[in-house]
């Protein structure tokens, strides 16, 4: 169970979440002083506006999380799902209790849990943060199950690539299959060549950190069976194409698709969903050396498809189409994709918004739901297969970028598109995994992006305990 919990104790402060129009509703309930003090503060009720309420000693003796006014109707929620996690950095440290206006207890309770993380491994100096109370009736494991997986997912994202590289990695994966009893292997250096992962091996080959291909799998092999795969590139420098040093900055999130894969197999695996899962994590560096993959390289991939390499700074999409084709060959039911994959998709999307691809229409409409029912939203963007002429090559089967500017997050897509064809559901999501700004129940940082939902979706179509 997270630390952000706390055991029941009489002098909990309560918390009341209220929309504007509720203000007075509630002053009238609560302590002359506490309401004299959120009339004093011209508390309006804002979306996420925190205020806590001081008694007559001085110490609060109430607290009032602002709901807003109510969205307008769509994809976007009455309520951010999320909004109760503000309360976790805006109140003062102490114990809480949630009290009233909180449609949904549990739901605001895992808010609270994940805008309560924090990544203080390098920190001497840790704050003291507010605690709460575990709403009555709400389903502690299942609350700890999902914020552990994502704060794992989160500490992957946040660690420096010095000490994140291949390697670790792969003992991620390696811990998670001890925890849950799952079979792990490892495809190390050279060793991929001989087991037929080129591309895996062209992009990693220059770094003194060996490429790798990670596989891990659990569940009944009669159970349906469903295949993530992750983008582990634990450092981009770009390799030849050499990235600017504004674009480098954060390149230690460029395994952000491995670590949200990771954080989604972890749910599947603690909460015994009836699935045969496997989780393939292509992990390298992209460095420069002498023997560095080129621009106009050509290889010849897992599926034996050519390629010829447009750009070594899009290696993301190489190393998952090797990883893509060998999950594509045991045809299980669904293969999800997990990459920070185009600047492109941020323009068109901005940071919160991951492009979901896929020609499943019933798939991407129960994914979207759930993703907006539970905070995690996503957009459906188009494999539009006229751009698949933009990939087109004149010394290979396929260049692996596109000849303009336009449709990059699309042309990727569609790119990787070419790698499956048995499946039977295959979704691609170029995720941003980090979050620019902090929001409810999202801190500043690295983020697993799109794991709750896609756990949702599966929770819901799958059942619970084998």
């Not at 109760?84 to 805006?90: F, P, Q, S």
């Not at 390697?167 to 292997?185: N, Q, Y």
Request: with cysteine; aromatic share 6%.
């Amino acid at each position: 169970m997270p630390d952000c919990f706390a055991p029941p104790t009489a002098d909990a402060v309560p918390v009341h979440a209220v929309r504007p129009d509720g203000i007075e509703a509630l002053a009238a309930r609560l302590p002359p002083a506490a309401a004299a003090w959120l009339a004093a503060t011209g508390f309006e009720a804002g979306a996420g506006a925190v205020v806590a309420l001081p008694g007559e000693t001085g110490r609060p003796v109430a607290a009032v999380l602002g709901l807003g006014k109510p969205q307008a109707a769509g994809r976007i929620p009455a309520v951010d799902p999320l909004a109760a996690g503000v309360l976790a950095t805006a109140l003062p440290a102490g114990t809480y209790t949630l009290a009233s206006g909180f449609e949904d207890p549990a739901a605001a309770a895992l808010a609270f849990a994940l805008g309560s993380y924090r990544f203080e491994r390098y920190r001497s100096r840790r704050k003291t943060a507010p605690r709460l109370v575990l709403p009555e009736g709400a389903d502690g494991a299942e609350i700890a199950r999902i914020a552990d997986a994502v704060f794992r997912g989160r500490d992957l994202v946040n660690t420096p690539a010095n000490d994140l590289g291949p390697a670790e990695i792969a003992d991620a994966v390696r811990a998670l299959a001890e925890r849950h009893g799952a079979d792990f292997e490892t495809i190390v250096g050279e060793d991929l060549l001989a087991r037929n992962f080129p591309l895996i091996h062209a992009v990693g080959a220059a770094s003194t950190r060996a490429p790798r291909l990670v596989d891990l799998t659990w569940g009944n092999p009669a159970h349906p069976k469903v295949t993530l795969v992750g983008k582990g590139v634990a450092f981009d420098t770009g390799g030849l194409n050499i990235k600017p040093d504004a674009s480098m900055l954060l390149m230690k999130k460029d395994m952000g698709g491995a670590a949200a894969a990771i954080a989604l197999a972890d749910m599947i695996m603690d909460a015994g969903l009836p699935v045969r899962l496997r989780l393939l994590v292509a992990a390298v560096e992209n460095s420069i050396s002498g023997n560095a993959f080129r621009p106009g390289d050509v290889y010849r991939s897992r599926k034996g498809i050519t390629v010829e390499i447009g750009n070594t700074d899009a290696e993301g999409r190489l190393i998952l189409a090797d990883a893509l084709a060998l999950a594509d060959e045991e045809a299980p039911e669904v293969i999800v994709d997990f990459a920070t994959l185009t600047g492109a998709a941020r323009v068109a999307l901005g940071p919160d918004l991951p492009p979901l691809y896929t020609d499943d229409d019933g798939f991407a409409e129960a994914l979207l739901a759930a993703g907006t029912a539970v905070g995690d939203p996503l957009w459906r963007m188009p494999l539009w297969r006229p751009y698949e002429k933009m990939l087109d090559s004149k010394v290979s089967d396929i260049n692996h970028i596109s000849g303009g500017a336009f449709a990059g997050s699309i042309t990727a897509a569609l790119f990787l598109s070419r790698f499956v064809e048995k499946a039977k559901t295959w979704a691609h999501l170029d995720v941003f995994a980090w979050v620019p700004s902090a929001k409810p129940g999202r801190p500043e940082g690295g983020e697993a992006h799109s794991a709750r939902a896609l756990y949702a979706l599966f929770k819901a179509r799958y059942g619970a305990g084998a």
